[in-house]
């Protein structure tokens, strides 16, 4: 099945400093990628949807110049959190659908777990 | 009112019992209805994937949707202690859109 893979799967930064998430999609060419947070014991939330080739399209509530996505190419994604704060520490998780391969299930990395001191 | 409704459990089994977890859901424009598990500290596993309403079935795990009534399950037949995690249900209007999640089910299984 399809594989989507996420580097770093754990980092622990200082108050001030950006963090950058890699998102890639291994066997599959992925227009778009998805960018999920979930707090402990929390289900996860749409943070934003990034679009290879343009701006990627934030939710509501989620501040676009604090957390920075970069979809360069059709297998890679970047998330970077910028100027983080500890309230920022949670899970951060990318998922990617292949709908041109007629693959409409999405399919989720294992995570990113940022802690933030 | 939520776009999707689970209850969150916990819930704790016996070993080899049937699991029936289930979702519902407000939005009828979903139609690719998918359940994940989910391990601490892990990023959610694709268990199942159903388009439209029916059933599918794969090993021990059974998913229904019934589109009529908004609602989703998923069956567990001789549960084992190792599917002892949080099953998320979750929905799209098309292919390639956001996910939409219910809170997700703790389950335990105890052997």
């Known amino acids: 099945g399809a594989v989507v893979s996420q580097h770093p799967s754990w980092v622990i930064c200082k108050s001030g400093t950006s963090v950058k998430i890699e998102c890639r999609s291994l066997d599959f060419q992925a227009t778009t990628m998805f960018w999920y947070r979930q707090f402990p014991k929390q289900s996860l939330m749409l943070m934003a949807t990034s679009n290879e080739g343009s701006k990627a399209t934030y939710e509501q509530g989620v501040e676009k110049d604090k957390f920075l996505i970069n979809h360069a190419s059709l297998t890679l994604s970047t998330l970077t959190v910028t100027s983080a704060h500890p309230e920022d520490s949670s899970f951060y998780i990318c998922?990617?659908?292949?709908?041109?391969?007629?693959?409409?299930?999405?399919?989720f990395g294992p995570g990113t777990r940022l802690t933030v001191t | 009112q939520k776009e999707v409704e689970q209850d969150p459990g916990p819930l704790s089994v016996p070993e080899g019992a049937i699991v029936s977890l289930n979702c519902t859901y407000s939005?009828?424009?979903?139609?690719?209805f998918m359940w994940y598990r989910q391990y601490s500290r892990k990023g959610p596993e694709l268990l199942m994937y159903?388009?439209?309403?029916g059933n599918k079935e794969d090993g021990r795990f059974t998913a229904q949707v019934d589109k009529s009534s908004k609602y989703i399950s998923l069956f567990i037949r001789d549960s084992q202690p190792s599917d002892s995690a949080t099953y998320l249900c979750?929905?799209?209007?098309?292919?390639?859109?956001?996910?939409?999640f219910g809170k997700g089910t703790r389950l335990s299984v105890i052997a």
């Open positions: 979750a929905m799209s209007h098309s292919g390639n859109t956001p996910l939409v």
């Open positions: 159903t388009y439209s309403s």
């Open positions: 939005n009828s424009a979903f139609q690719y």
């Open positions: 998922s990617a659908g292949f709908p041109d391969r007629g693959k409409y299930e999405q399919y």
